[in-house]
Protein backbone atom coordinates (compact mmCIF):
# COMPACT_ATOMS: atom_id res chain seq x y z
CA UNK A 1 0.00 0.00 0.00
CA UNK A 2 1.04 3.94 -0.86
CA UNK A 3 2.06 5.67 2.31
CA UNK A 4 -0.78 8.05 3.25
CA UNK A 5 -0.68 11.51 2.00
CA UNK A 6 1.08 13.84 4.77
CA UNK A 7 0.77 17.64 5.10
CA UNK A 8 3.59 19.10 5.00
CA UNK A 9 3.01 22.74 6.69
CA UNK A 10 6.62 25.31 6.39
CA UNK A 11 6.37 28.31 8.24
CA UNK A 12 9.30 31.14 9.10
CA UNK A 13 11.46 31.81 6.68
CA UNK A 14 14.12 34.38 5.95
CA UNK A 15 12.19 37.87 5.03
CA UNK A 16 11.39 40.73 7.42
CA UNK A 17 8.07 38.54 7.66
CA UNK A 18 9.19 35.57 9.71
CA UNK A 19 7.37 35.74 13.20
CA UNK A 20 3.95 36.55 11.06
CA UNK A 21 4.84 33.59 9.01
CA UNK A 22 5.61 31.32 11.92
CA UNK A 23 2.05 32.48 13.53
CA UNK A 24 0.67 31.58 9.59
CA UNK A 25 1.77 28.30 9.70
CA UNK A 26 0.94 27.29 13.35
CA UNK A 27 -2.79 28.12 13.09
CA UNK A 28 -2.43 26.46 9.59
CA UNK A 29 -0.74 23.63 10.71
CA UNK A 30 -3.58 22.96 13.75
CA UNK A 31 -6.73 22.88 11.49
CA UNK A 32 -4.87 20.89 8.69
CA UNK A 33 -4.41 18.01 11.24
CA UNK A 34 -8.04 17.61 11.63
CA UNK A 35 -8.11 16.60 8.39
CA UNK A 36 -4.65 15.11 6.97
CA UNK A 37 -1.51 13.75 8.82
CA UNK A 38 0.27 16.70 9.44
CA UNK A 39 4.12 17.89 10.86
CA UNK A 40 4.97 21.70 10.72
CA UNK A 41 8.17 22.41 9.78
CA UNK A 42 10.22 25.73 10.74
CA UNK A 43 12.63 26.67 7.94
CA UNK A 44 15.69 29.27 8.58
CA UNK A 45 17.68 28.75 5.62
CA UNK A 46 16.66 30.15 2.19
CA UNK A 47 16.50 26.17 0.74
CA UNK A 48 14.51 23.14 0.61
CA UNK A 49 13.94 21.61 4.30
CA UNK A 50 15.25 17.82 4.13
CA UNK A 51 13.45 14.77 4.31
CA UNK A 52 10.22 15.90 1.70
CA UNK A 53 9.34 12.81 0.42
CA UNK A 54 7.36 13.51 -3.69
CA UNK A 55 5.27 10.24 -2.82
CA UNK A 56 3.37 11.35 0.18
CA UNK A 57 4.63 14.58 1.12
CA UNK A 58 2.16 17.49 0.02
CA UNK A 59 3.33 21.38 0.95
CA UNK A 60 1.49 23.86 2.38
CA UNK A 61 3.54 27.03 2.54
CA UNK A 62 2.89 29.83 5.01
CA UNK A 63 6.26 31.58 4.02
CA UNK A 64 5.85 35.30 3.78
CA UNK A 65 7.47 37.63 1.77
CA UNK A 66 11.45 37.07 0.09
CA UNK A 67 11.88 33.38 -0.86
CA UNK A 68 8.33 32.34 0.48
CA UNK A 69 6.25 34.39 -1.77
CA UNK A 70 8.77 35.14 -4.72
CA UNK A 71 8.68 31.61 -5.91
CA UNK A 72 12.34 30.83 -4.89
CA UNK A 73 10.84 28.09 -2.64
CA UNK A 74 8.45 27.32 -5.36
CA UNK A 75 11.14 26.70 -7.91
CA UNK A 76 12.83 24.73 -5.54
CA UNK A 77 9.71 22.40 -4.69
CA UNK A 78 9.28 21.67 -8.26
CA UNK A 79 12.93 21.02 -8.92
CA UNK A 80 12.06 18.12 -6.58
CA UNK A 81 9.20 17.16 -7.85
CA UNK A 82 6.61 18.20 -4.46
CA UNK A 83 3.55 19.15 -4.73
CA UNK A 84 2.16 22.06 -3.37
CA UNK A 85 -0.71 24.55 -2.40
CA UNK A 86 -1.06 27.67 -4.18
CA UNK A 87 0.57 29.71 -7.20
CA UNK A 88 3.28 28.12 -8.80
CA UNK A 89 6.86 29.68 -9.28
CA UNK A 90 5.96 31.54 -12.10
CA UNK A 91 2.99 33.20 -10.94
CA UNK A 92 4.82 33.76 -7.48
CA UNK A 93 7.45 35.72 -9.03
CA UNK A 94 4.75 38.14 -11.15
CA UNK A 95 2.61 38.81 -8.31
CA UNK A 96 5.63 39.66 -5.62
CA UNK A 97 6.32 42.18 -7.80
CA UNK A 98 3.57 45.17 -7.48
CA UNK A 99 4.35 46.50 -11.13
CA UNK A 100 4.15 43.64 -13.13
CA UNK A 101 1.01 42.40 -11.40
CA UNK A 102 -0.49 45.77 -12.10
CA UNK A 103 0.77 45.71 -15.96
CA UNK A 104 -0.51 42.59 -16.24
CA UNK A 105 -4.28 43.45 -14.59
CA UNK A 106 -4.57 46.38 -16.61
CA UNK A 107 -4.49 44.74 -19.44
CA UNK A 108 -7.29 42.62 -18.21
CA UNK A 109 -9.30 45.76 -17.79
CA UNK A 110 -8.64 46.00 -14.02
CA UNK A 111 -8.02 49.57 -12.96
CA UNK A 112 -4.43 50.68 -11.50
CA UNK A 113 -2.74 53.00 -10.49
CA UNK A 114 0.05 55.49 -12.12
CA UNK A 115 3.28 54.56 -10.65
CA UNK A 116 7.20 55.15 -11.21
CA UNK A 117 9.44 52.37 -10.43
CA UNK A 118 13.17 52.67 -9.68
CA UNK A 119 16.14 50.99 -7.46
CA UNK A 120 18.43 52.46 -4.92
CA UNK A 121 20.86 53.08 -5.07
CA UNK A 122 21.53 53.95 -8.57
CA UNK A 123 18.01 55.42 -9.88
CA UNK A 124 16.82 57.50 -7.22
CA UNK A 125 14.33 59.71 -8.91
CA UNK A 126 13.79 63.83 -7.56
CA UNK A 127 10.95 64.56 -5.63
CA UNK A 128 9.79 66.99 -8.57
CA UNK A 129 10.22 64.58 -11.68
CA UNK A 130 7.94 62.07 -9.17
CA UNK A 131 5.46 64.75 -8.97
CA UNK A 132 5.37 65.61 -12.57
CA UNK A 133 4.49 61.88 -13.65
CA UNK A 134 2.42 61.20 -10.92
CA UNK A 135 0.45 64.93 -10.71
CA UNK A 136 0.41 65.22 -6.79
CA UNK A 137 3.17 65.66 -3.80
CA UNK A 138 1.17 63.37 -1.96
CA UNK A 139 3.26 60.03 -2.85
CA UNK A 140 3.12 56.71 -1.59
CA UNK A 141 6.96 55.03 -1.44
CA UNK A 142 6.54 50.92 -1.11
CA UNK A 143 9.25 48.53 -1.53
CA UNK A 144 8.19 47.11 -4.79
CA UNK A 145 8.66 43.47 -3.96
CA UNK A 146 7.86 42.78 -0.06
CA UNK A 147 4.72 42.47 1.52
CA UNK A 148 3.07 43.27 4.79
CA UNK A 149 3.49 47.17 4.16
CA UNK A 150 7.13 46.64 5.31
CA UNK A 151 8.96 49.79 4.22
CA UNK A 152 5.98 51.64 3.57
CA UNK A 153 6.54 55.71 4.05
CA UNK A 154 3.30 58.39 2.96
CA UNK A 155 5.08 61.98 2.67
CA UNK A 156 2.99 64.78 2.47
CA UNK A 157 4.40 67.48 0.48
CA UNK A 158 7.60 68.22 -1.82
CA UNK A 159 10.05 68.36 0.96
CA UNK A 160 8.37 65.65 2.94
CA UNK A 161 9.18 63.63 -0.37
CA UNK A 162 12.29 64.51 -1.29
CA UNK A 163 13.65 63.63 2.44
CA UNK A 164 11.85 60.79 2.21
CA UNK A 165 13.68 59.61 -0.79
CA UNK A 166 16.70 59.83 0.37
CA UNK A 167 15.79 57.64 3.42
CA UNK A 168 14.97 54.71 1.04
CA UNK A 169 17.18 51.75 1.60
CA UNK A 170 18.58 49.74 -1.36
CA UNK A 171 16.18 47.34 -3.19
CA UNK A 172 13.57 48.16 -5.92
CA UNK A 173 10.66 50.67 -4.68
CA UNK A 174 7.61 51.78 -6.30
CA UNK A 175 5.92 55.63 -6.07
CA UNK A 176 2.84 55.64 -6.63
CA UNK A 177 0.03 58.63 -5.96
CA UNK A 178 -1.72 58.38 -2.42
CA UNK A 179 -5.74 57.61 -3.45
CA UNK A 180 -7.87 58.33 -0.62
CA UNK A 181 -10.43 55.98 -0.26
CA UNK A 182 -11.59 52.76 1.68
CA UNK A 183 -9.42 49.96 1.73
CA UNK A 184 -10.81 46.09 0.41
CA UNK A 185 -9.31 42.70 0.01
CA UNK A 186 -10.67 39.49 -1.82
CA UNK A 187 -9.78 36.28 -1.17
CA UNK A 188 -9.98 34.33 -4.31
CA UNK A 189 -10.21 30.59 -4.36
CA UNK A 190 -9.91 28.28 -7.79
CA UNK A 191 -10.49 31.44 -9.29
CA UNK A 192 -14.13 32.42 -7.89
CA UNK A 193 -13.87 35.59 -5.41
CA UNK A 194 -15.18 35.62 -1.54
CA UNK A 195 -16.45 37.86 -0.01
CA UNK A 196 -15.40 41.78 -0.04
CA UNK A 197 -13.03 42.40 3.56
CA UNK A 198 -13.23 45.88 4.72
CA UNK A 199 -10.31 47.44 6.37
CA UNK A 200 -10.21 50.79 8.62
CA UNK A 201 -7.28 51.27 10.14
CA UNK A 202 -7.38 53.77 13.62
CA UNK A 203 -4.31 55.46 12.35
CA UNK A 204 -5.51 56.11 8.51
CA UNK A 205 -2.37 54.14 7.70
CA UNK A 206 -2.60 50.22 7.34
CA UNK A 207 1.13 49.94 7.98
CA UNK A 208 2.93 46.95 9.48
CA UNK A 209 1.65 48.34 13.28
CA UNK A 210 -1.88 48.84 12.07
CA UNK A 211 -1.64 45.12 10.91
CA UNK A 212 -0.42 43.30 13.52
CA UNK A 213 -0.71 45.59 16.69
CA UNK A 214 -4.57 44.19 18.56
CA UNK A 215 -7.15 46.69 18.17
CA UNK A 216 -5.44 49.00 15.59
CA UNK A 217 -7.41 48.22 12.89
CA UNK A 218 -11.09 47.35 12.32
CA UNK A 219 -12.44 44.68 9.69
CA UNK A 220 -15.81 44.35 8.62
CA UNK A 221 -16.86 41.08 6.40
CA UNK A 222 -18.93 41.97 4.70
CA UNK A 223 -18.04 45.49 3.76
CA UNK A 224 -20.60 47.63 4.16
CA UNK A 225 -20.26 49.43 0.79
CA UNK A 226 -22.15 51.98 -1.26
CA UNK A 227 -24.74 50.37 -3.58
CA UNK A 228 -23.68 47.30 -1.86
CA UNK A 229 -24.71 44.70 -4.79
CA UNK A 230 -23.32 45.97 -7.54
CA UNK A 231 -20.14 47.37 -5.76
CA UNK A 232 -19.43 44.49 -4.59
CA UNK A 233 -20.10 42.27 -7.67
CA UNK A 234 -18.25 44.76 -9.43
CA UNK A 235 -14.83 44.28 -6.86
CA UNK A 236 -15.23 40.60 -7.05
CA UNK A 237 -15.28 40.50 -10.71
CA UNK A 238 -12.06 42.88 -10.70
CA UNK A 239 -10.14 40.53 -8.13
CA UNK A 240 -10.88 37.40 -10.21
CA UNK A 241 -9.89 38.98 -13.64
CA UNK A 242 -6.55 39.89 -11.70
CA UNK A 243 -6.16 36.51 -10.42
CA UNK A 244 -6.49 34.56 -14.14
CA UNK A 245 -4.45 37.56 -15.88
CA UNK A 246 -1.48 36.70 -13.26
CA UNK A 247 -2.00 33.46 -14.02
CA UNK A 248 -2.21 32.42 -10.19
CA UNK A 249 -3.27 28.95 -9.33
CA UNK A 250 -5.26 27.55 -6.68
CA UNK A 251 -5.98 30.42 -4.25
CA UNK A 252 -4.89 33.98 -3.70
CA UNK A 253 -5.47 37.61 -1.63
CA UNK A 254 -7.17 40.51 -3.96
CA UNK A 255 -6.42 43.94 -2.50
CA UNK A 256 -8.10 47.36 -3.52
CA UNK A 257 -8.77 50.79 -2.87
CA UNK A 258 -12.38 52.46 -3.20
CA UNK A 259 -12.66 55.90 -3.88
CA UNK A 260 -17.08 55.61 -5.14
CA UNK A 261 -19.13 53.18 -6.31
CA UNK A 262 -17.69 53.06 -10.04
CA UNK A 263 -14.15 54.02 -8.72
CA UNK A 264 -11.74 51.61 -7.51
CA UNK A 265 -7.97 50.74 -8.20
CA UNK A 266 -6.27 47.65 -7.15
CA UNK A 267 -3.52 47.41 -4.87
CA UNK A 268 -1.96 44.10 -4.94
CA UNK A 269 -1.99 40.05 -5.27
CA UNK A 270 -0.93 38.44 -1.98
CA UNK A 271 -0.46 34.80 -3.03
CA UNK A 272 0.49 33.46 -0.07
CA UNK A 273 -1.50 35.70 2.81
CA UNK A 274 -1.48 36.24 6.41
CA UNK A 275 -3.37 32.26 7.57
CA UNK A 276 -4.53 33.00 10.85
CA UNK A 277 -8.14 32.73 11.67
CA UNK A 278 -8.52 36.66 12.36
CA UNK A 279 -6.43 37.35 9.21
CA UNK A 280 -7.78 38.67 5.78
CA UNK A 281 -8.25 36.21 3.64
CA UNK A 282 -9.85 33.55 6.51
CA UNK A 283 -12.26 37.05 7.27
CA UNK A 284 -12.95 36.97 3.32
CA UNK A 285 -13.99 32.94 3.48
CA UNK A 286 -16.40 33.15 6.04
CA UNK A 287 -18.24 35.50 4.28
CA UNK A 288 -18.81 32.89 1.72
CA UNK A 289 -19.77 30.55 4.04
CA UNK A 290 -16.41 28.89 5.25
CA UNK A 291 -15.15 28.49 8.66
CA UNK A 292 -11.12 28.35 8.83
CA UNK A 293 -10.75 24.71 8.79
CA UNK A 294 -13.52 24.15 5.31
CA UNK A 295 -11.21 27.04 4.05
CA UNK A 296 -7.97 25.04 4.65
CA UNK A 297 -9.52 21.87 3.29
CA UNK A 298 -10.10 23.90 0.15
CA UNK A 299 -6.92 25.20 -0.22
CA UNK A 300 -5.18 22.20 0.10
CA UNK A 301 -7.36 19.92 -1.98
CA UNK A 302 -6.28 21.36 -5.57
CA UNK A 303 -2.64 20.05 -4.75
CA UNK A 304 -4.04 16.46 -3.38
CA UNK A 305 -6.10 15.67 -6.48
CA UNK A 306 -2.33 16.88 -8.39
CA UNK A 307 -0.77 14.28 -6.29
CA UNK A 308 -3.54 12.07 -7.21
CA UNK A 309 -3.64 12.26 -10.81
CA UNK A 310 0.19 12.60 -10.94
CA UNK A 311 2.35 9.37 -12.34
CA UNK A 312 3.28 9.22 -9.56
CA UNK A 313 0.67 8.29 -7.61
CA UNK A 314 0.63 5.03 -8.97
CA UNK A 315 2.52 4.13 -5.52
CA UNK A 316 2.95 0.33 -4.69
Known amino acids: MPPPIRITVLAGGVSSEREVSLGSGAASAAALSQLWPTRLLDVTAASLPPGLDPVRDIVFSTLH ?7 GMQRLLDDAGIFYAGCDAAASALTMDKAATKRAASAAGVRVAADVTFRVPGELPTAESLIATLGTENVVLKPNDQ ?14 LASALLALTPGSWLAEPRLTGRELSVGVLNGSALGVVEIRPRSGV ?8 KGATEYFAPAPLPDEATTTAAVRRAAERAFEACSCRDYARVDFILISPAEFYLLEINTLPGMKETSLLPMSARCAGLDFTGLVEKLVSPAVRRLMESPISQRS
Open 65 to 71: GTFGEDG
Open 147 to 160: GSSVGLALPEGRAA
Open 206 to 213: YDFASKYT
